[in-house]
């Protein structure tokens, strides 16, 4: 697998300054964590199936949020639950209020749905009385996530395929009520901008769902961790950092050759990128 190091090889012998006499390594590790994100936009190539929650009412979803929560565990004794969240990779703010009934936690009212979350936070449930053992599972929508392709609803043992409408299409035929009165199944989900997408109808309770997304890579900042890109889409790394390091130089010509080469061998090593498919059911 290819970590930090490697890369600054590669592009320092691609720069003919092995010996880091031009550019320090900090500038090599930023133009190849710039590089590695501008691959995975080109490409789509670090692909994620996230698993989530929709929750009741809410029809939009932002990116790094909270997107909802399940009781997997109501417990027992409760008189006054409430919950905090730990944890999240990074994000905060999430808050909510639990309900009971007859000692169980029944219910979870999301009041903010925090941001920059790139996992799932821990919910921890506490009590003023003697209530124990609830147990709530949350889902994020990850923060670094570019685009979407497509999206599952889990109903039962069953999985089902959202049809996909661009957003004004999307609104027309599903957003016409202003009353959020109207819920039900979703059927269809629609981006809008770049950090949202929609479901419609509002969905009537919480469901789990699959999201088919690609995620930005996070910056390499150490000799350890290997790059998540497949291995089958790294070569072309090196010659967009090299490219970023000529531009930096304002060596434009130099540049636009190694602009060129890095083209070409995403076109080589890539696969077609998977697009959003309107309906599932008609492929």
Not at 37 to 42: A, P, S
Not at 218 to 240: E, G, R, S, W
Request: charged content about 10%; glycine content about 8%; proline content about 5%.
């Amino acid at each position: 697998m290819t970590t930090l190091n490697l890369y600054e090889t590669q592009v320092a012998d691609l720069l003919h300054d092995p010996n880091q006499q031009i550019w320090s390594i900090a500038q090599l590790d930023r133009y190849i964590n710039e590089a590695r994100r501008q691959v995975v936009m080109d490409t789509g190539c670090l692909r994620t199936l996230q698993s989530t929650y929709l929750t009741a009412g809410q029809e939009v979803y932002t990116f790094g949020q909270v997107s909802g929560a399940v009781i997997t565990t109501p417990g027992s004794g409760y008189t006054n639950p409430s919950v905090s969240f730990t944890g999240g990779g990074g994000g905060s703010g999430v808050a909510a209020s639990l309900t009971q009934s007859g000692g169980a936690v029944n219910a979870i009212n999301f009041t903010s749905f925090g941001s920059g979350y790139t996992t799932a936070p821990t919910a921890v449930i506490t009590d003023t009385g003697a209530g124990a053992n609830a147990v709530i599972n949350t889902g994020v929508v990850n923060v670094n996530t570019y685009d979407i392709l497509g999206v599952n609803v889990i109903w039962g043992s069953e999985r089902y395929a959202l049809l996909w409408q661009p957003f004004t299409s999307f609104s027309a035929r599903l957003r016409l009520w202003l009353s959020t009165a109207y819920q039900r199944q979703p059927v269809m989900w629609s981006v809008y901008g770049n950090t949202q997408f929609y479901v419609g109808p509002p969905p009537d309770q919480s469901y789990a769902i699959e999201i088919d997304s690609v995620i930005l890579p996070t910056a390499l900042a150490d000799y350890v961790t290997n790059d998540p890109i497949p291995v089958v889409m790294q070569d072309p790394i090196k010659f967009y950092s090299a490219y970023l390091a000529k531009l930096n130089m304002q060596a434009f010509g130099e540049a636009e050759m190694l602009l060129q080469t890095y083209s070409r061998r995403v076109r080589e090593c890539s696969a077609a990128y998977t697009r959003r498919v309107p309906n599932p059911y008609e492929v």
